[in-house]
């Protein structure tokens, strides 16, 4: 039988190839953008060039794992925008899901990185890289695999589980993969999740420069996470809880010059203070001259509208004066109960650094939409260019998934969020009091409402809290608990023909 020789950078292959009745091995259907194994195995320079792919490839994931946690939320839903709607982004805002309209085919494209993952697990043990280079990289393989597979369970439900680098395809059969019970791909994630921070060892240590590989601490707040959502959905109950508590506190102790709260919090998004920004742990990035953001155009303004439309109810400030450079199109919005409700009340600095209302430049100046601010980058001579830095754990989504863990042991959770309260409002902010369990769960998804727009935490969030927690926010209209099939998304029908052992997603 054929060994596979290469390793696919930018090519998964957890889909039905359409072989023949003839064996065909991996090797003959290699891409360009390929290398082999022995390169891998013999020059530390191609396994290199094999660990960076993976952070290429988290890149060109951003624009989906944003959409997955955020769009669903109520956010955007029905919201004001001056062009014609981003018809994609509108269906997951309004739940307009079926079988026949599936937001998301091929899994999201997630296996392409995961085969990449699977191969360095494989390799690297075998590799020319020093022992101490292997371990991290191997431990930082397994925190995004775990990452990766959790996000998959969330929005799917069961998903095909591989764990190993395909090595040959004799026929078209051995492709196909049934969808693994959720449960075990959950037990498959806390795995992947113990031995990243075995690899990792005992450092916390965060980089001083850009935060944009994977660490120990963004492994341990990936097992908070992970452990809250089991406790809620998966039957782990106190247990559970006890031990996202238990290691979300740990990262709370690291809490020093290296890692806490911005005061100011553009800071956290502003390209120029990337290297040690305190609140990042782990963010996807993104350079001049390398590669740019370009999930976020639909939540923009073309260059009309910046000339005609205003950031205030009067005929100025324009929005091309205070943006010059900003050109997308504006098709994704809030509606106005949503803008009153974020704008109205003390002043926030979140709100205000996040997005900005659009109004007519005539009288009545009337509001027309919004603009997505967090992450417009940069002005590169008369050009903008969107280097932001996309954060996918920062010190922020420790001390809420503290606050979760605690409310749902009873314990109290104003300490945390009293301190994402304080950040937003300053001094004179008003003091969250610990109430019930619910008053206490809808405390802290006000605060991701307001903490992470746009950074794909939101639906997230209402997710892990309960269902009762997302009905009771989402327009009854597109999702409520006669509906619950569309807490999942189903697959669609390309996928169910391309491989027979695969079933649709319960309820579709």
Known sequence: MKTNQYIYLLLGVLVSFQLGSCKKDLAEVAPQDAISKEQVLSDPNAALTLYNGLYSLMRSNNATLFQLGEMRSEIWTDGLFTESADAGLQNLSRHNISALNVPFANWGGFYNMIYNLNNLITLFPKT???????????AEAYGLRAYLYYTMVRTWGDVPLTTTPIQTINNTAETYKARTPADSVMMQVKKDIESSLQLFGSSNTLSTDKRVYWNRVATLVLKGDVYIWSGTHMNGGATDFTTAMNVLQEVQTLQGSSLQLNAN??????????????????????????????????FQVNAIQAATLSLAQAPTPLVSATYPYVNGANRVGMNAAMITKLTGGAADQRISNSFKVLYSNSSPYAVRGVLLSKWLGSTSGTSQVYNNDYPVYRYADVLLLLAEAKAKLGADPSTEINLIRQRAYGAGFTPYVSGSLSANMDAILDEYQREFIGEGRYWWAMR???????????????????????????????????DPLLQQTKGY
């Open 128 to 138: 020319q890289l020093s022992q101490a280079n292997k371990d991290r990289m191997m």
């Open 265 to 298: 919090y553009t800071d956290i998004f502003d390209p120029a203070k990337k290297a040690n920004n305190r609140e990042l742990i782990f963010a996807i990035n993104y350079e001049i001259g390398q590669s740019t953001m370009g999930a976020f155009s639909s």
């Open 464 to 498: 892990r809290a309960g269902d009762s927690y997302v009905y009771a926010r989402v327009n009854p209209a597109y999702l409520s608990a006669s509906t619950t099939a569309k807490l999942l998304l189903p697959i669609s029908v390309s996928m169910l023909n391309n």
